[in-house]
């Protein structure tokens, strides 16, 4: 597990707590963008185990070109992104230092859509297959497939 899921991800250790073995990494300090190619270097290490990347859509922008890596060395990582549009743990900072509500040009510093970054397109773009799940069903049977497929896949998981 590669995890930089940033605000999607704090429940995931009790969650996975009874799932089989295997070994976790965070990114041990504040500067995001890690985690896509920390699972392109597991991937390389490890060849005979599946990487599982678990992205934030702000952080993955950062070292997008990771995916890329990915495809040209076959490595084996699925990688799912969780699409909020937003850098969603700037807005809950600004809220806990009691700034109140954001005004237009401070949520435009927050927020990642217009345009909204279509992760599909951007993970076929570097050779990497990809789907879009938009429910948690759809979500279920495509992370079924990647992680029995070989090589790299991403999933879009829209929030
Ligand atoms: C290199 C670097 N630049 C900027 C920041 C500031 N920063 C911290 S979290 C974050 C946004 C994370 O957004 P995302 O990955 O989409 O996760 P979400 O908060 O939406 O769950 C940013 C820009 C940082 N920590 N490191
Ligand atoms: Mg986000």
Request: aromatic share 6%; charged share 15%.
């Amino acid at each position: 597990m590669s995890d930089e899921s940033v605000t999607t991800g704090r429940g995931f250790f009790k969650q996975t707590a009874g799932a089989p073995p295997h070994d976790w990494m965070n990114n041990m300090g504040g500067s995001i963008g890690l985690g896509l190619p920390l699972a392109t270097g597991a991937a390389v290490a490890c060849p005979d185990r599946k990487v599982l990347c678990l992205e934030g859509d702000g952080s993955g922008m950062y070292t997008v070109q990771a995916l890329w890596t990915q495809a040209r060395e076959g490595l084996n990582v699925t990688t799912v992104v969780f699409a909020n549009h937003t850098y969603a743990i700037l807005r809950h900072e600004l809220a806990n230092v009691g700034a109140g509500t954001p005004g237009k040009r401070a949520a435009d510093m927050l927020d990642i859509g217009r345009p909204d970054l279509d992760w599909v397109a951007l993970a076929r773009g570097m050779g990497v297959p990809a789907t879009r799940a938009t429910t948690a069903d759809e979500f279920n049977k495509q992370l079924t497939a990647a992680l029995a497929a070989a090589g790299p896949t991403l999933i879009e998981a829209v929030l």
